[in-house]
């Protein structure tokens, strides 16, 4: 009975001991932040309802960092010679940017437009319930009931790749790609938009005029709420598109929810906007065919700046070594 009594008194006292131990060593630290919390919550949701094989599709696109490159098409975009094969196109030929196809996902926003995209690309998926094309197949125009639709789809696409855990940067199918756009943009900012006239020194000035046709964006809690609010504002202006709502809300959304967005640089995110502003070959990354309105003048301008494009590789080729033209 001693020796069962004496056993009893160790294992008391062993275990006395390891709890006092325990409440003297620092707690573990919590393995993410509860704004990490929030991410984590959404993206298990947003796997959770994964019908439609997205998840699996940008886990097969995305770079290391776990970023994409998103790109929409409807039916008249993806024709041979339209705006999908121009983008492709400027792609091939760009400065090391041909590897950034494998990244990039294609976004159909009708059935047509998805086989037409599989023609030309590997990465295609079909946006369910978003109407891209007018009953003819030609472009939508912008003030078209159907096109704000597609516009707010496509801006809930995004924050749902958000929530999937992926930054993103989207590009409209009108933007010529010369050099690789990530190399210019700020690792800092939770969000960097398009601009279609630039004017001062600082990139964080709100008050230019920003474009949704190029957006690039991380997956942290500062840019999932803003993009939230973003679509949620649309009921406020009703009819109006994305970019409108942007334009009237970007302000408030940022300081609400400490959002660091910023917009680019037109010296090298030109866009056609500023037609009086010449570009330079040197050091564009690329070229937006914005203020450009009906899609054969894009077409015909964007193959005019292609053909350019070509002509100054060829001629910086014939320097030889002593051109540094074609190294970024």
């Known amino acids: 009975m001693t020796s069962v009594t004496n056993l ?9 001991m390891a709890a006092f131990v325990a409440l003297l060593l620092p ?38 960092d776990k970023t994409v490159i998103l790109a929409f098409a409807n039916e008249a975009h993806a024709l041979p010679g339209s705006l999908l094969q121009m983008l492709l196109d400027s792609l091939r030929t760009g400065v090391r940017t041909e590897p ?24 295609c998926h079909l946006l369910s319930g978003a109407k891209g094309a007018a009953p003819n197949g030609t472009e939508l125009m912008f003030y078209d009931k159907d ?12 924050a ?43 990139p964080y000035d709100l008050d230019k005029a920003a474009n949704g046709g190029f957006v690039y964006a991380r997956p942290t809690a500062a840019s999932l709420a803003f993009f939230r609010d973003w679509y949620e504002a649309r009921t406020r202006w009703p009819g109006e598109n994305d970019q409108v709502v942007f334009r009237e809300m970007k302000h408030e959304l940022a300081a609400r929810h400490g959002a660091t967005v910023q917009l680019v640089d037109t010296t090298y995110f030109h866009s056609a906007c ?27 301008r964007l193959n005019a700046v292609l053909d350019e494009w070509r002509q100054f590789k060829a001629q910086q080729l014939l320097l030889g070594a002593n051109s540094t033209a074609l190294t970024y």
Not at 100 to 119: I, M, Q
Request: charged share 20%; proline share 3%.
């Open 27 to 64: 707690s573990a630290p919590c393995p993410y932040t509860i704004a990490d919390a929030g991410i984590r919550k959404l993206s298990t949701a947003a796997v959770a309802s994964d019908d439609d094989g997205l998840a699996e599709l940008l886990r097969s696109a995305s770079m290391e």
């Open 274 to 300: 500023e037609a009086w502003k010449k570009f330079n070959f040197h050091e564009i990354c690329t070229f937006h065919a914005a203020c450009i309105h009906g899609l054969q003048d894009k077409i015909d």
């Open 100 to 123: 950034l196809l494998k990244h990039l996902v294609v976004v159909a926003t009708d059935p047509k437009g998805l086989e037409r995209c599989r023609r030309m690309h590997l990465l």
């Open 160 to 202: 749902r790749v958000l929530a999937l855990g992926y930054s993103f940067l989207f590009t409209d199918l009108d933007i010529l790609w010369f050099r690789n756009p990530l190399l210019r943009i700020p690792v800092g900012a939770d969000i960097t938009l398009g601009c279609d006239n630039h004017f001062g020194t600082n």
């Open 8 to 16: 009893l008194c160790f294992v008391l006292g062993a275990a006395a």
């Open 147 to 158: 096109y704000v639709d597609m516009m707010w789809a496509r801006n809930r696409f995004q």
